[in-house]
């Protein structure tokens, strides 16, 4: 069975027409230089996933657009993407200075 990476990755190769459909926006966090991380709700051929993207701003209508860069992540996963980013969390302040 093909990931949900693989599936977009061959769709993009496959020239397929597909989309996300957002359900929900979580949360903004401004990343500078007209770009952002969203951390979104959205669907993707009739499945709900934990959608967490850069997006640009668009030089000609200035609306955010979605990059490739980014994870989508089944909602059964999302307990153990939130403990591996607890356990990073030591490393993240040691990297900032805030042991």
Not at 9 to 33: H, L, R, W, Y
Not at 78 to 92: D, G, N, R, T, V
């Amino acid at each position: 069975m093909e990931s949900i990476g693989q599936e977009i990755k061959s769709a993009v190769q496959n020239c397929e027409v597909f989309s996300f459909f957002p359900m929900a926006t979580i949360q903004d966090i401004d990343k500078g230089a007209g770009e952002i991380i969203r951390i979104e709700i959205s669907e993707f051929k009739g499945q709900s996933y934990l959608n967490l993207r850069v997006w640009y701003t668009d030089k000609n209508s200035g609306e955010y657009k979605p990059t490739q860069k980014g994870i989508t992540v089944k909602p059964e996963l999302f307990s153990q993407l939130k403990e591996a980013i607890l356990k990073a969390e030591p490393e993240i302040k040691k990297l900032l200075g805030q042991e």
